[in-house]
């Protein structure tokens, strides 16, 4: 075959391969959903460049910050958007303050990686599960515990219920699901099932069998609550989806959504679209019914597929996935490589590739208000922030500064000008300082209307303690002008109690006076 040569610069290679990912995407999602391709999508070029600078309004750019405390694991905002919540791989949690960013509150009671975050309504309570099988609700008025609960198996994830926190529902490696009930004195559990609702009810002894066996195998690996809270979505390591009544603790309806097992289910704010990732390497988005309606028949449940997200060019796995602030985008961090993926849902065409920092990126999340994502890197466990560039704007330092795009003659005022007496210009300096500043009244926060949701406003305290609301330096200083890498778990206080720390170093004492006196 003759070759041919071409000059193309990065940015040209960078469109190209974009366009080709597109062109492959459109080609296989009307090859299985056996429809023809949109008209829009006919050119070739699918009118992609004519949207970037509309697009870049909407999702996430550039690296804008990075932070980092110990060894981040996973991820989580709250539903305001003025706090995130990181958990580390030695069982800390931390809040932190995205106006400032800097650490607002530091969590201990967990001894294992944290597995999973989950923010209440309010934003008073978090809860946090970890390897070490067992879930803390936390009350972050005071930092304390308010309840923890104990399980006998690792948590895959574990989801607060959107409008009651003593409620939450987990799924447990290698257990059943388990709905738990904190509004008494004890915990109540409810254990759910992972085996799929059958049709079949009049098969043969050979199929039931077969089909006794098949459920014994099936195991919930992903759980999390409906908008309203009346029913429980769960996947499991079959590709099974089942949708669970949350007062009858049964399924209600169940189907194979794909050939693997399902690793994150993530709805968007208005709970009617649903985004399932899992290790047969799509990403799925669904229509979910209004499972609230009351005339609602399960037999009648149809839950149809919107997009398959997919790169068919280097078959990629994808590690998580979450939806935008509007449902509009879906972002997915990659399996062994750096780059962070952004489809837009209308078209399921592939808007942007974003290449940071070159590691691997484990949980990502998207702000629930703007245009911001949070990854956290597998490597180093340092969170990075992606937001867009704002170009600067001089108007900002100067309230009554307009900037003008062409010089115009300017009118003063009659009085602009005057000159005043002294005596006057005092007694007016005066009159202002008589006057009453509110310090104390706090701003409702932008973004996030509580009186619209009905829910009691909370903001976390100050925290006084420098100690606490520092994050680590990643280096440590050995001596002059020599400093070493922080390793993991170096410089952590809390993480277990001081009374087995206290045994722990008796022991130590004794043995080492033992040993002296066999010498």
Known sequence: MQGYECDLTLGEWKSLELRTRNFLQFNHFASINSTEIPPQYECADMNLLLSDDY?????????????????TTCLRFNRKGDYLASGRVDGTVVAWDLETMGVARKLRGHRAAITSLSWSRCGRYLLSACQGWRAILWDLQDGT??????????????????????KFVASIFDEPPSLVDMSGQSDVKHTLPSAPKRTNTDADAATKEKQAK???????????????????????NKGRFNIIDANTHEIIWS?????????????????????????????????????SAEDLDPDTIQMPLEHKFQDVVNRLSWNHVTFSATGEYVAASTYNNHELYIWE??????????????????????????????ACGLETGRIYIWSVTTPQR????????????????????????????????????????????????LDPSKGYDEEVVGVEGFRMPVLFNLGESDSEEEFVAVSTGTVRRRSLGEGQEGEAPDEEKAVVGKKTVAAKGTKGRKR
């Open 55 to 71: 697009l870049l309004q909407d999702y996430p750019e550039n690296i804008t910050n990075t932070i980092r405390s110990g060894h």
């Open 145 to 166: 515990r308010y309840r923890e609960v104990r399980f006998r198996a690792p948590i895959y994830t574990a989801d607060i219920h959107p409008w009651n926190h003593n």
């Open 214 to 236: 098949d459920d014994a195998k099936q195991m919930t690996t992903a759980t999390v609550w409906t908008a309203t809270g009346h029913h429980i979505l769960a996947g499991t």
């Open 255 to 291: 189907e194979k959504i794909c050939s693997s097992v399902v690793t994150t289910l993530r709805l968007t704010g208005s709970g009617r679209e649903l985004l399932v990732n899992s290790q047969d390497r799509i990403i799925r988005t669904f229509h979910l019914p209004n499972l």
């Open 345 to 374: 849902r209308n078209h399921g065409s592939l808007v942007r590739m974003l290449e940071g920092p070159k590691e691997e990126q484990g949980v990502i999340e998207w702000h629930p208000h703007r245009a911001l994502l949070a």
């Open 394 to 441: 001089w108007s900002a330092l100067a309230p009554d500064f307009v900037e003008v795009e062409e010089n115009v003659e300017y009118i003063e005022k009659e009085d602009e000008f005057d000159i005043h007496p002294q005596e006057e210009i005092n007694k007016r300096r005066l009159d202002r300082e008589d006057e009453d500043i509110d310090v104390l009244t």
